[in-house]
């Protein structure tokens, strides 16, 4: 992407004003509130790319920012890490490999931690997507962990679903987890170039042929770069449909803002006193209690 030094200043101030406000949410700091109501969203698309650990999906995602940026396109990427139940800390080995983006003035790389969410995925994640949303990108790239709920949730979130196998998950093929399979917009069998990578997607095509919309399948190689076209391709094809699983998802989340919203003045100190105090009568019935406040 050709850019002069000025516009190449503009994006750097743009994107520390977007870091900024992105810290402001991720850590609910003085304004965060405001700052989300002030949003003006477009219709940027959004990328999920989910699938099991080591199934080469950091490498890929590095493949299609190469592929997007070569296009002049302007990319964020958010990027899922399970977080160390020991350190709450996020681990970013696999960030490494996006190390060449950095340097790029139309790229957005920025890590969020699940913090031990149950679906993978921390209830902060809609909200930092929505404020990369109104930054104005032409691609928002949300990679995660596939473990428990988290490819469901992803799904809820983007526009479309890229799920990344590998040839040696043959084995699961046939007890393939059914929320996997329901997810997909688009299926990738990374690392081709491996022993019985044909055989695996052809298996995986019979599969998918089953179903009512066949879902693409495509071999891609993300370290050598094969492929990404292709995939790239697949993802500008793919209709625009109602994602009626963002509806449960929204819903969840205005549940737990509601819930926020109520608590927010409770002081959890002050509860345990009073908790205390009241549980000294004979009576006492928490439910009642709670009605109370």
């Known amino acids: 992407m050709h850019r002069d030094k000025h516009n190449n200043s503009i994006l750097l101030q743009d994107f520390r004003k977007l870091a900024r406000e992105l810290t402001i949410v991720e850590n609910d700091l003085p304004g965060a509130d405001d700052l989300l109501r002030d949003l003006k969203s477009n219709n940027t698309p959004v990328i999920g790319i989910t699938g099991p650990p080591g199934a080469g999906k950091s490498t890929l995602v590095n493949a299609m920012i190469n592929q997007l940026s070569a296009k002049g396109k302007r990319i964020a990427v958010l990027a899922i890490d399970p977080t160390s ?36 995925l921390s209830g902060k994640t809609i909200e930092m997507c929505d404020v990369l949303k109104a ?33 040696e998950s043959g084995d699961e093929i046939q007890n393939m987890k059914s929320g996997l399979m329901e997810i997909a917009d688009i299926f990738v069998v990374n690392k081709s170039d491996r022993e019985g990578a044909d055989t695996f997607a052809n298996n995986l095509k019979k599969l998918v042929h ?45 549940w737990k803002l509601l819930q926020h919203q109520k608590m927010k003045n409770l002081d959890k100190n002050q509860l345990q006193q009073d908790i205390i105090k009241a549980s000294a009568n004979p009576d006492f019935n928490l439910y009642k209690f709670i009605d109370s406040l």
């Open 85 to 120: 139940p020991f350190n709450q800390g996020s681990l970013l080995g696999d960030r490494v490999r996006m190390a060449e983006q950095f340097n790029k003035s139309n790229v957005y790389i920025r890590s969020l931690a699940t913090r031990g969410s149950l679906g993978g």
């Open 135 to 167: 930054a104005g990108f032409d691609y928002i790239l949300v990679e995660t962990v596939g473990v428990g709920q988290s490819e469901v949730e992803i799904a809820g979130l983007a526009d479309i679903s890229v799920v990344v196998l590998v040839p």
């Open 210 to 254: 089953q179903k009512p919309e066949p879902i693409p399948v495509i071999n891609t190689v993300a370290d050598k770069s094969i492929g990404i076209e292709e995939l790239m391709k697949a993802i500008e094809n793919q209709s625009v449909k109602e994602n009626t699983r963002r509806m449960f998802l929204l819903a969840e989340k205005a």
